[in-house]
């Protein structure tokens, strides 16, 4: 089945110890992004990345990094997590390649729930 | 700046009754039009979605939406909601410069009583 996978699905830590999300997609597809989700603000893009060891910062990148070391994995690194990084963490991948992608579907991960303390 | 604004943030609509929710875009060049609809607890899922050609696009679960180029609105309806509609539905742009990059409103909450 064709998915995108995140762990954990739930996380609560306390400010300042480093943390890890992954992200894992099985349809070979170049493209990955990490989003937050905020009440009343919708959706805003963290990073992404256009291949493997190619990565961008988003809109709102601070506190926030990433790598892309193989291509169907893309974690999530929050080395010193502050309260105002509490949030829902969405992972998407997008199939095709630069040019003919951005007409296609963003497939999403279940979500990461996180609370910093 | 590209921008995407869904007017309505709460809905509650009893069921069989009509849904209209709004969505508005700020960009004048092309753009792809995409709703995502996310059930509680669960990922977003796509909707529909608009690139060319028929400006009233038919989607999953009897969504349909109409894009008004001269009104940069891209309006998700339904003629009769269920309860099992309950959930956040998103519009969404692509941006114009990095065109990968899904531009996303606030969201709307629907709620549906039987």
């Known amino acids: 089945e064709a998915q995108v996978t995140q762990n954990p699905r739930y996380l609560i830590t306390v400010t300042g110890k480093k943390l890890t999300v992954t992200c894992s997609q099985n349809?070979?597809?170049?493209?990955m992004s990490w989003y937050r989700q905020d009440p009343g603000l919708g959706l805003r893009q963290i990073y992404y990345?256009?291949?493997?060891?190619?990565?961008d910062k988003g809109d709102v990148p601070e506190g926030y990094k990433v790598s892309r070391k193989e291509k169907r994995n893309f974690p999530l690194i929050l080395e010193s997590p502050s309260p105002n990084q509490t949030s829902l963490y969405f992972c998407a991948s997008l199939s095709g390649t630069s040019g003919s992608r951005s007409y296609n579907e963003q497939f999403f991960g279940p979500g990461t729930r996180l609370t910093v303390l | 700046a590209q921008s995407v604004s869904q007017h309505n943030h709460h809905v509650i609509l009893s069921e069989a009754a009509s849904l209209e929710l709004g969505c508005n875009y700020s960009y004048g060049g092309t753009v792809n039009l995409f709703w995502y609809v996310q059930y509680p607890g669960q990922h977003l899922q796509l909707l529909l979605k608009y690139f060319s050609g028929d400006p009233l696009v038919k989607g999953i679960k009897g969504f349909e939406a109409e894009f008004i180029k001269s009104k940069f609105s891209f309006n998700l309806r339904k003629p009769s909601v269920q309860w099992s509609d309950t959930a956040e539905y998103f519009c969404?742009?692509?941006?114009?410069?990095?065109?990968?990059?899904?531009?996303f409103g606030t969201g709307t909450r629907l709620q549906v009583f039987p």
């Open positions: 990345s256009m291949n493997v060891e190619v990565t």
């Open positions: 969404a742009v692509n941006g114009h410069i990095n065109t990968d990059k899904l531009i």
């Open positions: 349809m070979n597809h170049e493209y």
